[in-house]
């Protein structure tokens, strides 16, 4: 059983990449195996259909739709920019699905895993607004199983802890009980 761990900002402080690296710790606590990724390594141009036709999806995007295969559950810390996801993360997830092996529709990566989300935000939603164009991205756009458990932090400025822990303990045991859900849904899923 292993699972993933990624936010969909590049941004050095922020708070989404707070989030999925203390669900990665919660996992690693509850003796699950694993990782968190900055999609800052995985940089790609914004997708447009001419320059597919013409040079194919970028490597980066490849690269990326294969760490993804390697996990059985993926958490996905979103950052709400004017009440959706943020354009660095809609954009990796619509390359990836543009990455196609002969007879393959795109979509499999996204069908074969359990995904559960959260987000953090300055505001008091705590990005809940993002999760909602999320959770249709993934779940109708892809056709993903997204588990219906998910953490929303807001004013998360002050929200966490110097060792990336929550200050508020049913905040942070809503974020232990969605990386737990995720582990038991992938794990059944995988199955």
């Given at each position: 059983?292993?699972?993933?761990f990624?936010?969909?900002?590049?941004?050095?402080?922020?708070?989404?990449?707070?989030?999925?690296?203390?669900?990665?710790?919660?996992a690693?606590?509850?003796?699950?195996e694993?990782?968190?990724?900055?999609?800052?390594?995985?940089?790609?141009?914004?997708?447009?259909?001419?320059?597919?036709?013409?040079?194919?999806?970028?490597?980066?995007?490849?690269?990326?739709?294969?760490?993804?295969?390697?996990?059985?559950?993926?958490?996905?810390?979103?950052?709400?920019?004017?009440?959706?996801?943020?354009?660095?993360?809609?954009?990796?997830?619509?390359?990836?699905?543009?990455?196609?092996?002969?007879?393959?529709?795109?979509?499999?990566?996204?069908?074969?895993?359990?995904?559960?989300i959260?987000?953090?935000?300055?505001?008091?939603?705590?990005?809940?607004?993002?999760?909602?164009?999320?959770?249709?991205?993934?779940?109708?756009?892809?056709?993903?199983?997204?588990?219906?458990?998910?953490?929303?932090?807001?004013?998360?400025?002050?929200?966490?802890?110097?060792?990336?822990?929550?200050?508020?303990?049913?905040?942070?045991?809503?974020?232990?009980?969605?990386?737990?859900?995720?582990?038991?849904?992938?794990?059944?899923?995988?199955?």
């Amino acid at each position: 059983m292993r699972l993933l761990f990624f936010a969909g900002s590049a941004r050095e402080g922020s708070y989404n990449k707070k989030l999925a690296r203390l669900g990665r710790h919660v996992a690693e606590a509850n003796g699950i195996e694993a990782v968190f990724v900055d999609l800052k390594d995985y940089p790609m141009p914004i997708y447009n259909g001419d320059l597919e036709a013409t040079e194919g999806p970028p490597e980066r995007a490849r690269a990326f739709k294969a760490l993804l295969g390697e996990y059985e559950g993926v958490f996905i810390a979103s950052p709400e920019y004017n009440a959706s996801v943020t354009p660095l993360l809609k954009n990796t997830l619509d390359w990836v699905t543009r990455v196609r092996a002969k007879g393959e529709s795109g979509l499999e990566v996204f069908q074969s895993r359990v995904f559960a989300i959260g987000g953090a935000s300055p505001g008091n939603y705590g990005g809940m607004r993002s999760l909602l164009q999320l959770r249709q991205i993934l779940a109708v756009g892809t056709g993903a199983l997204v588990i219906p458990q998910q953490v929303a932090v807001p004013r998360a400025a002050g929200a966490f802890e110097e060792d990336g822990s929550l200050k508020d303990e049913a905040q942070q045991k809503l974020c232990t009980n969605v990386v737990e859900a995720l582990a038991v849904a992938a794990k059944k899923f995988a199955l």
